[in-house]
C-alpha cells in the first residue's frame, strides 16, 4: 500500500497564493458555510482554509483520481473534520445537490474550454442560496488586454497546449454570469498577476 506522505501533491503556487485566497474568501463568507471547491487539484488550499476557518464546511473535488488520492491523503494528514471526502466532480456532468453558501474555483478558467465556464456559472446558479459567492482566481485579461507580460507569454503557453485553453477576458466571464443572476460584486489584484474575481447570487 503505497504511503498516504507520497500521494500528498504538492503545488508551489498553492503555498504562494492560500493565504492571499484565504484572506479574500473571509471577507466575502459567512463564518458558518458549506463551500463547493470545484477542481481542487492537489487538495492543499482545502486544507489551508479548513483549518483556518472551522465554521466552514469544505467540500473538495476534482475529475481526477491522482488528485482525489492527493485530496484524501492531505484530509488524513490534516485530521480537520470540516473537510469532507473528495468527490469526483467534472464541472459538464452531475453535480451535488447543495445548497451551498460558496463555490470556489482556483485556476480552472483558463486551463479548460469555454464550455466549463458556461456549465460552471449555469450549476454555480442553481446551487448557490440567495446571497451566495461564487468566487473565481486565476489570470485575466481587461479590456481586451493582458494585465502583465508574462501572462501574455502564459496565454501563449495555454493555446499551444490545447487551443481551446487561454487567459479569458473579465469581460466575458462577467457577461456569461449575469443572466443566472450573478452581481459582479468585485476584483481583486491578487500576487502574480491574478485576479480574485466575486460574483454575488442575486434572484
Not at 31 to 47: D, Y
Not at 174 to 202: C, D, K, W, Y
Request: charged share 25%; glycine share 8%.
Amino acid at each position: 500500500m503505497q504511503d498516504a506522505s507520497c500521494r500528498r501533491m504538492q503545488s508551489p503556487a498553492a503555498a504562494r497564493n492560500r493565504q492571499p485566497i484565504l484572506d479574500v474568501l473571509s471577507r466575502v463568507l459567512p463564518e458558518q458555510a458549506r463551500v463547493l471547491e470545484v477542481a481542487s487539484g492537489s487538495g492543499e488550499h482545502g486544507v489551508h482554509f479548513a483549518r483556518a476557518k472551522p465554521g466552514w464546511i469544505w467540500q473538495p473535488s476534482d475529475p481526477n483520481p491522482e488528485a482525489r488520492g492527493s485530496i484524501a491523503a492531505w484530509r488524513e494528514h490534516a485530521e480537520l473534520g470540516n473537510l469532507l471526502e473528495p468527490m469526483p466532480l467534472d464541472v459538464g456532468g452531475v453535480w451535488p445537490a447543495g445548497p451551498f453558501e460558496g463555490i470556489v474555483a482556483i485556476n480552472l478558467i483558463h486551463i479548460s474550454p469555454w464550455e466549463v465556464t458556461e456549465a460552471l456559472v449555469a450549476q454555480a446558479a442553481e446551487r448557490l442560496v440567495e446571497g451566495g459567492v461564487l468566487f473565481l482566481y486565476g489570470p485575466y485579461r481587461r479590456d481586451g488586454r493582458h494585465t502583465a507580460k508574462s501572462n501574455a507569454a502564459f496565454d501563449v503557453d495555454l493555446r499551444a497546449r490545447d487551443p481551446r485553453w487561454g487567459v479569458r477576458d473579465l469581460e466575458s466571464v462577467v457577461a456569461e454570469a449575469q443572466p443566472h443572476g450573478f452581481m459582479l460584486e468585485q476584483t481583486i489584484e491578487m500576487p502574480a498577476n491574478n485576479l480574485s474575481v466575486v460574483f454575488r447570487r442575486h434572484g
